[in-house]
């Protein structure tokens, strides 16, 4: 029997995204912890991980993630496609 994934989450439970900017810095972000935001009153947000400087693999931290940014900043993108530098910090 097969589990049940929501289409476009990963088998890691993650959603990649990867920055339309000139660095191409990668997002990951955890679908489950929006409705953590929501509940809270703190909006359409996820929580991820992505650079506090950009294009620096090194500066990759845990942060609020909106919705709005994802959808006017980024792409998706499958894990597969993704660098094993990227991986490892995600």
Wanted: net charge positive.
């Amino acid at each position: 029997m097969r589990t049940f994934r929501p289409r476009g989450i990963e088998v890691d439970g993650l959603k990649y995204y990867q920055e339309r900017n000139k660095s191409g810095d990668y997002i990951s972000i955890d679908p489950s912890t929006n409705e953590y935001y929501r509940d809270n009153g703190l909006g359409n947000m996820y929580e991820g991980r992505t650079t506090a400087i950009q294009g620096l693999i090194g500066s990759v931290c845990t942060s609020s993630i909106s919705h709005n940014f994802l959808r006017s900043r980024c792409r998706r993108v499958s894990k597969a496609t993704i660098p094993q530098e990227w991986l490892d910090v995600l």
